[in-house]
């Protein structure tokens, strides 16, 4: 069984920066796709940032473009999802998924475990 576990989302002001991890176990991190998607209070669930299995290819939602960086350390089996210029709007729970294959993509649907989700609220 494949485990995602979020870990350093809080509290930060506007402009304000946050490193977000995952750490994976279960299966063979560095075969797989890795994504970021973000849940807004009232909102649908959107994708962030994803990352190809050798992390030599990323993607970013336009709105994140510039200010949020995703990378990945296969040794250590964690993605990470360093954000920057953090903007009242980015406030959500921010949840990593892993990939069916190991091209990244847009596509929740392609993503098959998912963790349990870490909150980043962004004060103005």
């Known amino acids: 069984q494949v485990q995602l576990v979020e870990s350093g989302g809080g509290l930060v002001q506007a402009g304000g920066s946050l490193r977000l991890s995952c750490a994976v176990s279960g299966r063979t991190f560095s075969n797989y796709a890795m994504g970021w998607f973000r849940q807004a209070p009232g909102k649908e669930h959107r994708f962030v940032a994803a990352i190809s299995w050798n992390g030599r290819s990323t993607y970013y939602e336009d709105s994140v473009q510039g200010r949020f960086t995703i990378s990945r350390d296969n040794a250590k089996n964690t993605v990470y999802l360093e954000m920057n210029s953090l903007k009242p709007e980015d406030t959500a729970v921010y949840y990593c998924?892993?990939?069916?294959?190991?091209?990244?993509?847009?596509?929740?649907?392609?993503?098959?475990?998912w963790g349990q989700g870490t909150e980043v609220t962004v004060s103005s």
């Open positions: 998924a892993k990939h069916r294959g190991p091209r990244e993509s847009t596509y929740s649907y392609q993503y098959d475990y």
